[in-house]
């Protein structure tokens, strides 16, 4: 059978390079047997077709029934029409996305119909520096008011990191054919796409087309702690709830008022440390078990911990005046791009005690923390 290879995340670890790349390769992965077929609505602009997130969406409900429907029947399509041998998918939420929805064994069976085994590809790193990923990336859409610490004392005991867990669905409908990459490996200075390809083994019908720049290309930056201190205040005055599209726009507007004049170097490391050592300990033994199914070889021996650093983290903590009037100027600049009119404070706090009630809701039925708008 020929392979359809579905890139599962996790998210925050290189898949928007890895996608990006893919969707810059499109015409020329046809002679090289690759289809990455484009699955947006017809007439989306282009960036749409950068992943499968409008697919991931409509499977996982968060996009109309119609919708759903519809990116089935493309995939359908490119599936029935493609002579390529290898066929890849790629959307970082797969791995997040709740089990009643059935999308590893849908993606199976309409694989299957056009003669393809469906195989998973996963990327992970620790799960202190996953939960600080998710902190960071809900801090820059302007979905977060809590400091690191009350983030992690909640989304830390979930039990919604487990590796193998998530990954016991995708390893049932690929009937075992799962490939699991490290972020950092401790068996390989290469960067995070060559090796994530020579384990897929695509080595030789992709290396060729990829130049040096391609292999060593990052995007999707995380935030610094002066972006993701604003961004905690403005979400705690309601700022995301007057803007018109996505929220995220607010945090591009911090972003690009602290790296244009050389602010937040740095990403941004939370200070919760007795609580990231309850998560290393929570999550060992199944580490443990997810090495030795997908590698053989203790967890240690194949994933490289990031560098240690302090935490650079500013809530919670006296700022200086200097530091201060930086995070007051950028949570202005905000302010500015969306013309945020203040509402009543207790308009604002009972709109502040909605959100945390939804956010206690989720997490009680299981939504992780990527979920954000």
């Not at 490119?78 to 590893?104: C, K, M």
């Not at 299957?112 to 085994?117: D, K, N, S, T």
Request: net charge positive.
């Amino acid at each position: 059978m020929r392979r359809a290879i579905i890139h599962i995340g996790m998210p925050r670890t290189g898949s928007t390079s890895f996608q990006e790349v893919l969707a810059r390769l499109r015409p020329r992965l046809d002679a090289v047997g690759i289809c990455y077929p484009k699955l947006a609505p017809p007439g989306a602009p282009e960036s749409l077709d950068v992943n499968h997130h409008r697919l991931g969406q409509g499977l996982d409900r968060r996009r109309p029934e119609a919708e759903r429907r519809a990116g089935l029947a493309r995939l359908d399509e490119a599936l029935a029409t493609t002579r390529a041998d290898t066929l890849i998918l790629s959307y970082e939420d797969f791995a997040v996305q709740r089990a009643r929805w059935r999308i590893p064994e849908i993606l199976a069976e309409i694989c299957a119909r056009h003669g393809f085994a469906l195989e998973t590809a996963l990327v992970v790193k620790p799960q202190a520096e996953q939960l600080a990923s998710a902190y960071a990336l809900r801090a820059q859409v302007v979905s977060e008011g809590r400091t690191f610490r009350g983030f992690l004392g909640v989304e830390g005991a979930s039990g919604r990191y487990d590796y193998g867990a998530l990954l016991e669905a995708w390893r049932r409908a690929s009937q075992g054919r799962v490939t699991a990459v490290p972020f950092r490996d401790r068996r390989s200075d290469a960067p995070l796409l060559a090796r994530l390809i020579g384990d897929l083994g695509l080595r030789d019908r992709l290396a060729p087309l990829l130049t040096p720049a391609d292999l060593e290309y990052r995007t999707n930056r995380s935030s610094g702690p002066l972006a993701v201190e604003a961004a905690r205040r403005l979400y705690r005055d309601g700022v995301h709830r007057q803007v018109i599209g996505h929220p995220r726009q607010l945090g591009h507007v911090l972003d690009r008022w602290a790296w244009t004049r050389g602010l937040d170097p740095e990403r941004f490391r939370g200070d919760a440390p007795e609580g990231l050592a309850q998560v290393a300990a929570r999550y060992a033994a199944a580490n443990e078990g997810f090495a030795a199914a997908c590698w053989g070889r203790p967890w240690d021996t194949v994933i490289e911990t990031a560098p240690a650093a302090s935490p650079n983290e500013l809530a919670a903590r006296p700022v200086v005046p200097e530091t201060e009037a930086l995070v007051a100027a950028m949570a202005r600049a905000a302010m500015d791009h969306v013309a945020f009119r203040p509402s009543p404070t207790w308009r604002r706090r009972a709109a502040y005690l909605l959100e945390d009630f939804k956010e206690r809701l989720g997490d009680a039925v299981g939504y992780p923390a990527w979920r954000v708008p």
